[in-house]
């Protein structure tokens, strides 16, 4: 990496890969025809760059932190710019929370062009659907049932507080035999 930084920019690293990749096509588009093929060659290798395709894995949508405070409670900030609360699901099934979120189905504004007339020079924002993410939050350590979820200028900042005496369980003894 570049500089002296003591972190590893990942936003740098994703657009050094999406510019190798542009100019990867735009030499391939300077060296064969509209359809795919070479001089010479058939139509059946047909090869077209589609804009439409999310090249962002889906582990890393929604930008997100995690992080322990202080006083030992664990805090999850999900960036969710142009979500509504109502379309955001937040729930614990055992050991883990579950979060989901819908995009709002109620339509473009009437100003928006539509999605086939848009060329994007660089596309970073782009919405969808976060199916069933799941984070790992042991229920004998934090205490589930008190948790603080803020939505707020589109930042959801989810804050679960330590148990004040982590469960321990009953202790089971082993015992040990000889293997005669």
Request: with cysteine; net charge negative; proline share 8%.
């Amino acid at each position: 990496m570049k500089g002296t930084r003591g972190y590893t920019d990942l936003g740098n690293i994703f657009d050094e890969i999406f510019e190798a990749a542009r100019n990867f096509h735009d030499e391939f588009r300077k060296n064969f025809n509209a359809t795919g093929c070479g001089p010479g060659q058939g139509e059946d290798h047909p090869w077209v760059f589609d804009e439409s395709v999310d090249y962002y894995p889906s582990y890393s949508y929604p930008p997100m932190n995690a992080y322990m405070t202080a006083d030992r409670s664990l805090v999850f900030e999900f960036a969710l710019a142009g979500f509504d609360e109502k379309d955001l699901s937040l729930s614990f099934q055992g050991d883990y929370m579950a979060f989901s979120a819908a995009i709002p189905r109620n339509g473009s504004p009437d100003d928006a062009p539509p999605p086939q007339a848009v060329r994007y020079f660089k596309r970073r924002l782009k919405m969808k659907d976060i199916e069933k993410q799941k984070y790992y939050v042991p229920q004998d350590k934090y205490a589930q049932d008190k948790v603080k979820a803020v939505f707020r200028n589109g930042i959801l900042r989810v804050s679960i507080p330590p148990k004040d005496e982590p469960d321990t369980g009953s202790d089971i003894r082993i015992d040990i035999v000889t293997g005669d």
